[in-house]
């Protein structure tokens, strides 16, 4: 008989590891790849977090024109104050300034009120609207001034453009202008030479970290084409030859209410939130040719960075980064050193600080300036009605012709 193979002894328990637990220690290290790139992730958006390029956001908002005809320029400035208020930039990081006044206006229907929009829909001027600069104290003068920071000392704060090195401008201006010029109050106007002076002025101050200057006005690209200091961002309604024209008309007030070019931008604008990923790009193309009825143009070639990865917010809000985490953050030295600066490193970077104001003890102790005397209305009317009577009560009509 030929004897039979023995039967192979099965493997016992715990000798070979099963199935199961290659597919547990496959799962744990794909996990722990996993948490290692997430952890790697979240480190990467603290430091973009940490080393965000500006601080605080700031907006100058100039109406140029007087007059009731020009009643669409005070709207186009306070459509974009009520933008870019509701995008989160406080009242005391704006300055305003309107040359007229056409809430009150009296040819104006609806007193107190200025509308943007026909049938009377949108009221911009509102119940909180601070006006900054208003009637006669909108000049050139003092544009310029506040862009520079050349203001006296007992100037308000709320005057002001209290900005720094960190700081995003928004400057938008509107009126009646031409080839290289803006009217103010027609009565002066500012050239496009003293426009990029200014600018030049704040970027050596270091009164601005970026800057997005925006004009309506009939040949705007004029007034951007001098411009040479960096970081500066330029749309215009209308190039060179061209006029920039207005929009709806309305038969109630008399006039038109706004002016192309800022009322297809504030379209733009009212699709915007804080949290918007909407570019500059998509700023570039809000008002083309066929709606516009000119050719707005931009100039991007003195911006340092790619416009498409600059935010509509970057400029028109103001908005705190927050980002909500469970991990356990670790921070070192780099990653909370901001981005290097533009200037270069033999110039030595002075001390920031605001503009320097009028100390409350001078302000507590200081004597009443002596106002200039002038005569009370009516008294040289009534020193002349004296005069003559006692001059007829002393000659009498007879010698009346001796006076004239």
């Not at 040359?99 to 001027?125: G, Q, W």
């Not at 939130?273 to 066929?290: K, T, Y």
Request: glycine content about 6%; proline content about 6%.
């Amino acid at each position: 008989t030929v004897p039979r193979p023995a039967k192979m002894a099965a493997p016992r328990a715990g000798f070979g590891p099963p199935l199961a637990f290659w597919s547990l220690g496959i799962v744990l290290s794909l996990l722990a790849g996993r948490g290692a790139s997430v952890a790697e992730g979240v480190q990467t958006r603290v430091k973009q977090f940490l080393t965000s390029g500006h601080t605080n956001n700031w907006a100058v908002l100039v109406c140029t024109s007087r007059f009731w005809f020009n009643y669409r320029h005070v709207a186009n400035t306070l459509s974009i104050y009520r933008s870019v208020k509701r995008l989160g930039i406080p009242d005391s990081h704006i300055v305003l300034m309107l040359a007229d006044d056409m809430a009150c206006n009296p040819r104006n229907p609806k007193p107190a009120t200025i509308f943007s929009h026909k049938n009377m829909e949108l009221n911009v001027y509102g119940d909180n609207v601070e006006v900054d600069y208003r009637g006669y104290e909108v000049t050139v003068e003092n544009f310029l001034r506040v862009l520079t920071g050349r203001l006296p000392q007992s100037t308000p704060r709320s005057k002001r453009l209290l900005s720094d090195d960190r700081s995003n401008i928004l400057i938008y201006m509107t009126g009646h202008g031409g080839n290289g010029f803006l009217k103010f109050q027609d009565s002066e106007e500012i050239t496009n030479v003293e426009l990029a002076d200014a600018f030049e002025q704040m970027w050596q101050k270091r009164r601005y970290h970026e800057l997005l200057f925006i004009i309506d006005t009939c040949q705007g690209a004029s007034m951007y084409e001098k411009f040479y200091s960096p970081n500066i961002l330029a749309l215009a309604s209308s190039q060179v030859g061209e006029d920039s024209l207005s929009h709806q008309p309305d038969l109630a007030i008399g006039v038109h209410l706004m002016d192309r070019y800022t009322y297809y931008l504030l379209e733009f604008l009212e699709d915007i939130h804080p949290a918007s990923q909407i570019n500059m790009n998509d700023l570039f193309r809000v008002c083309p040719p066929s709606q516009c009825v000119s050719t707005p143009g931009h100039r991007t070639d003195l911006f340092q960075r790619n416009p498409k990865s600059v935010l509509i917010t970057d400029f028109f809000g103001s908005v705190r980064k927050v980002e909500i985490t469970n991990n356990i953050i670790q921070l070192t030295a780099n990653d909370t050193e901001t981005e290097p600066s533009y200037f270069p490193d033999s110039q030595e970077a002075p001390a920031l600080k605001y503009v320097d104001q009028l100390a409350v003890a001078q302000i507590i102790h200081q004597k009443p300036k002596q106002k200039d005397w002038h005569p009370p209305d009516g008294f040289i009317l009534g020193l002349w009605t004296l005069i003559l009577l006692v001059f007829f009560k002393s000659y009498g009509l007879k010698h009346l012709k001796h006076v004239f």
